[in-house]
């Protein structure tokens, strides 16, 4: 286990090629994260087309420290202007804000990238020691499991994702797997849903289905809504790296608080479905409540700044592990960052464990490096990085949809699937529009495939009682607990006032 | 109750229900999978569906009971939604512009439509310069060309007409 934990690490800095794959996706993530409009699904999205070609290792590792250093560039907007890019970083400007307002801005932004930077590092370390606990429990998983994990997981993700939305959540994911049936059935060699049509042999392509049910929705919905995060002037927030500095050192001088919230975020993540603002504001909530002056909480206290941001950024590692090891994306983010993994050919499961630990350690590893390198980068030019939040939404379309059509084309190189990607967008659109879930509409296709095999196998080994197996008993109690309660919330009458959001 | 996600709703059931018809028709080993996933789903619409008339059923009721404004007291200004009909002519243009683009890319390729397409958007959607807009295509073309045409040697695609109209022209 140290020989690959090691190994991995020297694999991954003495490449000058994956470093410098790593740099650029660091760069590519921090311009991203402050972009409007673009958030780390869609960035992940366009980015696929690009990896085409590199290897496994290489692929992933770009991918995944795009997708990790995302929302480290996020918060700027959010303490400069008081306009948070995303969920994840409405929490940082209850305080960020107020500390800009009184001329604290380059504090704020050297604690709060610094904190981000730690918790992301801090949450790769939380994943790392998890593994020899998890190695004896995924390998005790049979065919029978793996295909409940695959119901499981749609049911989960769309019940905490959305509440209330738990039956639209299946729907969404039950259609993912109902596509997944499409092309060559393995087992009869039967052309199911694909009729003469060659280019559907092969199944719905992977690529052209997470762009249409992403990327081409969040483009159309930023050219219909225009505009720039910021519409405030750029007013001079007396920016200095002395500040700056003393904002770094915040993080060390509350060393207990960032390890707590680290973990705490981490641990959320492993979660499928909890995204970063509910460690966010979880964090927040316990940096409140754990100070011993809460009345500074919400008039610029830096404890309000770091805490968000280590578990935002914490979440990551620990939603890797759902991700690798189950195939169950710990967020909406996760669930694309999958599907372009399997296009790369690495197959999540417990397998994972077993055949391809030294890319688990590799990954693990690019969270850290990628993290070190985006604080590096963030605190240098985070002042000028700002500018990028006046940026106008509709300059942004054209692009996003050429990236969008070249990655469509090139997943298989066949004009079809642009036809394909007109039809699925529709859909993803009205996903969209209608306030659906979409992330399980890729756990469905993503896991579909491997759904069908494994209960193929759990059939021909144990016949329909696989059903009754122990650890297939307790997840299916699981999936109608979850489904008892999705009616339940839909059913029940509902308080007035009971909508108040955390942030008020 | 939201009319918009019932229909959509309707529409997964019609899906799920013409998917679960069209499997009907494979042997049983090729079927199963689909049955297996399909009739649930045709389940979950229909649940979904019964959800959303006892929704609009109960507000509809509940509306019947709302108190009235009170009177002198001026109602706070209602915050426009994210989506509605005072978004609709820009999201259908931008549905036009999207199809247009991807039906320009199948039919005249990549080469042709980046440049057109870039610069008809940015002069009439975005409001940018007509001269901007001509440059910002023309440079995405041409990093196009650099990025898959000679770093990466892909092909991408010259489209179903294209190439026609060029051998006819004798180019």
Redo the contacts between chains.
């Keep these: 286990m140290i020989e690959t934990m090691f190994g991995a690490l020297f694999g991954l800095v003495s490449s000058p090629h994956i470093m410098g794959l790593m740099l650029i996706a660091v760069i590519f993530g921090l311009l991203v994260g402050v972009t409007p409009g673009i958030g780390g699904k869609l960035s992940i999205a366009m980015a696929i087309p690009f990896v085409y070609?590199m290897d496994m290792v290489a692929g992933a590792v770009f991918l995944l420290t795009m997708h990790a250093v995302n929302g480290t560039s996020g918060q700027i907007s959010s303490i400069m202007f008081g306009i948070p890019g995303d969920g994840d970083d409405a929490a940082t400007t209850l305080d960020g804000y107020p500390l800009a307002k009184k001329g604290e801005a380059a504090r704020a932004l050297g604690a709060s990238i610094t904190a981000s930077g730690v918790g992301g590092i801090i949450g790769a370390v939380v994943f790392a020691l998890l593994i020899p606990f998890l190695e004896p429990i995924v390998l005790q998983f049979s065919p029978a499991e793996f295909f409940l994990i695959a119901i499981l997981g749609i049911s989960f993700i769309a019940f905490l994702s959305s509440g209330d939305k738990i039956?639209?959540g299946?729907?969404v994911g039950?259609?993912g797997?109902?596509l997944a049936?499409v092309g060559m059935?393995p087992?009869?060699g039967?052309a199911?849903?694909a009729g003469d049509h060659l280019f559907l042999w092969d199944g719905v392509s992977l690529v052209t289905a997470v762009l249409a049910l992403f990327a081409?929705p969040e483009?159309?919905?930023l050219?219909?809504?225009?505009g720039s995060i910021s519409s405030v002037s750029a007013e001079d927030k007396n920016f200095s790296y002395r500040q700056l500095l003393s904002g770094i050192l915040e993080v060390p001088r509350h060393w207990w608080l960032v390890l707590r919230t680290s973990v705490i975020g981490a641990v959320i993540g492993m979660i499928p479905g909890l995204g970063g603002s509910a460690a966010a504001w979880l964090c927040y909530g316990h940096a409140v409540q754990t100070s011993k002056h809460p009345e500074r909480f919400g008039k610029g206290a830096i404890e309000g700044v770091i805490a968000p941001e280590t578990a935002s950024n914490g979440k990551e590692g620990g939603s890797l592990l759902p991700t690798l090891f189950f195939g169950i994306p710990g967020s909406s983010g996760m669930a694309v960052l999958l599907g372009a993994f399997l296009i790369l050919g690495i197959q999540p499961g417990a397998r994972m464990m077993t055949d391809h630990l030294d890319l688990v350690w590799t990954l693990i590893w690019a969270l850290i490096v990628g993290n070190l390198i985006a604080v590096a980068i963030l605190l240098v030019i985070c002042r000028w990085v700002a500018v990028l939040t006046f940026v106008?939404g509709?300059?942004l379309?054209?692009?996003i949809?050429?990236f969008v059509?070249?990655g469509c084309?090139?997943s298989d190189f066949q004009?079809q699937n642009?036809?394909v990607?007109?039809l699925l967008?529709a859909?993803g659109?009205?996903?969209l529009?209608?306030?659906?879930p979409r992330a399980p509409f890729v756990i469905g296709l993503v896991l579909?495939g491997e759904a069908?095999g494994s209960?193929?196998q759990a059939l021909q080994l144990w016949g329909y009682g696989f059903f009754l197996r122990p650890l297939s008993l307790v997840l299916i109690a699981m999936i109608v607990s979850l489904m008892a309660i999705a009616?339940w919330r839909?059913?029940r009458?509902r308080r007035h006032g009971r909508q108040v959001g955390f942030g008020g | 109750m939201n009319s918009f996600s019932t229909w959509l709703t309707g529409l997964m059931f019609a899906i799920f229900a013409v998917m679960v018809l069209v499997s009907l028709q494979y042997p049983p080993g090729a079927r199963f999978m689909p049955l297996i996933v399909g009739i649930p789903g045709l389940l979950l619409c229909a649940l979904q569906l019964a959800l959303d008339f006892a929704k609009a059923r109960r507000s509809r009721s509940l509306d019947r009971f709302r108190a009235a404004p009170k009177a002198g007291k001026p109602e706070a200004a209602a915050e426009l939604p994210e989506f509605g009909q005072h978004t609709r002519g820009r999201e259908i243009l931008m549905w036009i512009y999207f199809v247009a683009f991807v039906g320009s890319v199948v039919l005249f390729g990549f080469y042709i439509t980046v440049p057109i397409g870039i610069t008809l958007f940015l002069w009439t959607q975005a409001g940018a310069r007509l001269p901007v807009a001509a440059g910002a295509g023309a440079a995405a073309t041409l990093v196009l060309f650099l990025m898959f045409g000679e770093l990466l040697q892909i092909r991408l695609h010259p489209g179903l007409v294209a190439p026609h109209i060029a051998r006819a022209v004798g180019l």
């Design positions: 070609g039956v639209k299946l729907i039950f259609w797997l109902m049936t059935d087992q009869t039967t199911r849903y081409v483009m159309i919905a050219g219909t809504k225009g106008n509709r300059y379309v054209p692009f949809l050429l059509t070249i084309f090139v004009w642009l036809v990607l007109v967008s859909i659109y009205g996903f529009r209608a306030d659906w579909g069908e209960l193929h009616v839909n059913l009458p």
